[in-house]
């Protein structure tokens, strides 16, 4: 009979030992022969770009925080800690691929050219969405906990039938794999030899819960049982992370079938705005995490090699700066539309049902008027 165990913290931490990487949590560069091919055409500028990218999305992501405690966005899911892993992966996609994020994908929005104003509208509830998704080749955001992984898979079973080399990517987080749809969707991607990239953000949490319980093994683990290749890489090394998206986006490009990565990360803030992991997670935990941040372990390689100093470092910023600023103007200047809009826009052509929940919506709203006057619909 097999022992089921539950890893404790130290244990957890010791594991990581097994994941793959290529840059040390103190910035030095290791050997992996696996990884090593994928990654020989990043010279000093694409690391410096890696770099860039990763220091952007963090201030935006700090932005869009600070905008939900002064109290402009109704919600915002951090994902300080989990730069790497967003934009190694989304970096080493085509244009064409289409990615289906979740919610806290902040950073793939950002690769993938999403506008400062996509990123906070939503989330303020101005909007059903923002940006068209056809024109970034990025879904909406997910909120439905692994529902994406199941439109991923659709839309790669769809490139198959019309002949394209397009991959699709699906990101979620660890939680996710307890969820009903992403095993599905592993069971269709295998069956049918989708052109599909699982790519699953272990950041440790799923919201209060430790993924030591809810998966008493790596996560990598449960893929080959289902027919799929994985591997279980650094998630804080971006090096790593575009190497290992690398291959396996040109394994489903090739027609071999799905690839499910398992990116090993922590999620450093909260689940969501609205969550205070102060209560269930060890503040020690949290500072040994601190250690492996992806950021300061690729700033330390680019220092020592000679390939980023404090001007480009304050280039970085300012470009931060600008960026930020635009977001908060697009919350601060964002014109709150009449409550009955909310059903503008749900179907293309309109239909009785649509008629009715708008009258009713209007009966609703007028409930709440004083005297003879009307609501602003």
């Known amino acids: 009979m097999t022992t089921m165990y539950t890893l404790t913290t130290d244990e957890a931490m010791t594991a990581l030992d097994d994941t793959a990487r290529l840059l040390t949590p103190e910035g030095r560069r290791v050997a992996d022969p696996r990884l090593d091919p994928w990654v020989q055409d990043l010279d000093a500028a694409a690391l410096r770009a890696l770099y860039r990218d990763m220091a ?25 800690g989990q730069e790497a892993i967003q934009v ?88 996710a794999t307890s969820q009903g749809d992403v095993n599905e969707a592993m069971v269709f991607a295998s069956s049918f030899g989708a052109p599909v990239v699982f790519v699953c953000s272990n950041n440790q949490w799923a919201i209060s819960e430790p993924v030591t319980v809810q998966s008493r093994f790596p996560i990598a683990g449960r893929a080959p049982g289902f027919g799929i290749p994985s591997m279980r890489v650094d998630g804080n090394d971006v090096i790593a992370c575009t190497a290992a998206m690398r291959w396996a986006l040109d394994h489903a490009r090739r027609g071999e ?16 705005t609205s969550d205070d992991p102060t209560r269930y997670r060890e503040r020690d935990e949290v500072e040994r995490w601190r250690a492996r941040d992806p950021l300061t372990r690729l700033e330390a390689l680019l220092r020592s090699t000679g390939d980023l100093d404090d001007a480009a470092l304050a280039a970085i910023s300012q470009e931060a700066d600008a960026l930020t600023g635009a977001m908060r103007e697009a919350v601060l200047t964002a014109v709150t539309r009449p409550p009955l809009a909310v059903l503008d826009d749900v179907y293309a052509e309109p239909h009785s049902g649509l008629s009715r929940q708008r009258q009713r919506f209007a009966a609703y709203l007028d409930s709440f008027a004083d005297g003879d006057a009307e609501v602003s619909r």
């Open 88 to 175: 190694g992966t989304a970096r080493a996609c085509r244009e064409d691929d289409f990615l289906f994020p979740s919610y806290r994908e902040v950073g793939v929005t950002i690769v993938r050219g999403g506008p400062p104003a996509d990123l906070v509208l939503a989330w303020r509830g101005e909007v059903h969405s923002t940006y068209d998704p056809f024109e970034l080749n990025l879904a909406t955001p997910q909120i439905i906990i692994g529902a994406q992984t199941l439109h991923a898979v659709g839309y790669a079973m769809g490139v198959q039938r019309d002949g394209g080399d397009q991959v699709a990517v699906a990101y979620f987080g660890d939680g």
């Open 56 to 80: 952007i999305v963090r201030r935006m992501d700090a932005e869009g925080v600070a905008l939900q405690r002064q109290g402009h966005l109704g919600l915002w899911a951090p994902a300080q």
């Open 257 to 272: 079938g799905p690839v499910f990565l398992e990116a090993v990360t922590y999620r450093m803030g909260p689940h969501t």
